[in-house]
Structures are given as structure tokens and as C-alpha cells.
């Protein structure tokens, strides 16, 4: 079974949401057989990469709340992150355009570190001092410590169409699956979860999605060789 999970870097109900979905897929008696693919979903897409301002800042400018709502919002974000274990600053985070992660987390999944990536770039966004906008060599230090070739990161940040075309692919999938908002889980194409849901609505997405995948239908043929746990057939002389 598939599950595709769309969101952003930018996104504390996909950080939040994330650890959720992990914590029922860790109880779901078919896991070793559940591949999870994550897609790309930018919440501010078109924002100039050195359009930087902090959280408190764009949720006043955005929302039209006042700064003392702002920072209540956050306190409360940050006790929904604690409770799922993750660390969460409440203060003095910055936000901005996360195009550049999404092209390189598209270069990680083809490395096989994109689980790696994102965990480190949630991680960095909001537990860590250091922001991760508008900083190049912020973002090949943590695409290296997911195992990545700093090299082969810088250049797909110095070059813009480098994996720009599936960035926006996903989001046009996205869009066409009807999703307005992340985090946005998709089973099996079958099924469609959004927000960060309770874990155990997760769990019990994942117990109707593995029930009601449909039996595999044999195209009509006649007999032909195969292998099994006995071994193979030799062709006859």
C-alpha cells in the first residue's frame, strides 16, 4: 500500500501532523509493507527567496490578528508539538519560501534520503535558532547530514529549474486531488486524509485502506514457467 503525503517545510500542522501518522504506522500490523512517498505543497508559493520576515510578523500581516494572538497561536502549536515529543520555538522563528527544499528534497528521494531530509529540515525550521530561509549553505548543511553530496545540493540550488518541474507537478496533482491545505494524506488513492488529524483517525484510515484494497485480477493466459520456493523448472531437452 501507498501512502503520498503532501505538505510544506513551513507548515507546524505538517511537522505536528507527521509525528502522528509515524506513531500509527509504527501500530499498523502491515507496515513493513506500507511505502510512504512525500510530495511537494508550498503555502506561500511565488515568495521571492530573500523575502524573509518573522512568524509573529507574516501571522499578523496575514490573518489580520494582533501580535498578542500571534504568540498565544504559537504557545499553543508548541504544546500540540510537545505532547507528540518535538521540540518547538515559539519565539523568534522566521518564514519564507520553501521552493528551494522542495527541489531538494525531490533530489534526496532520488538518493534515497528524502525521509532523512525532511526530518532534518522540519527539525531545523522550528526547533533550531538558525533559520533555514534565504541561506543556501544553511540548506547543503542539512541536505549533508541527510546523507546527501554538497556539491551535487549546491548545484541544484544554483540552478532553479533543477527539479522545479516536480515541485509543481505535485502541486498540480495536489490540486487535482482536491487538496487546499496541508498536511494532505492520500492512501492507496483510495482514500484522502486531511489535517493533522488525532492518531487514531490515521490508524483507522490505514486499517480501511489495507481492507478494501481490491484482489489482484489475473489477465486470462495459459500456463507458463515460473520460480517458487522449490526453485525453477529447467525447460525440458
Known sequence: MRVEIWSDIACPWCYVGKARFERALRDFPHRD???????????????????????????????GM????????????GAQAAAEGLEYRT???????????????HLAK??????????????????????????????????????LDADE???????PAAYADEVRADEREAAELGARGVPFFVLDRAYGVSGAQPVEVFAQALARAWGERPPLKPVPGGD????????????GR
Do not use: W
Open 33 to 63: 509493507r506500507v511505502e510512504v512517498v512525500h510530495r511537494s505543497f508550498e503555502l506561500d508559493p511565488g515568495r521571492a527567496k530573500g523575502d524573509v520576515e518573522p512568524v509573529i510578523t507574516m501571522l499578523t500581516r496575514k490573518y
Open 110 to 147: 532520488e538518493r534515497g534520503r528524502q525521509e532523512a531530509l525532511l526530518d532534518l529540515l522540519y527539525r531545523a525550521n522550528f526547533a533550531e535558532e538558525r533559520s533555514v530561509f534565504g541561506d543556501d549553505e544553511r540548506l547543503v548543511e542539512l541536505a549533508v547530514a541527510a546523507g
Open 153 to 159: 545540493a549546491r548545484a541544484v540550488l544554483a540552478d
Open 66 to 77: 494582533s501580535e498578542e494572538q500571534a504568540r498565544a497561536g504559537e504557545d499553543r502549536l
Open 224 to 235: 507458463a514457467d515460473v520460480c517458487g520456493p522449490d526453485g525453477c523448472a529447467v525447460p
Open 91 to 105: 519565539r523568534g522563528r522566521d518564514h519564507g519560501g520553501t521552493f528551494d527544499m522542495h527541489r531538494l528534497l
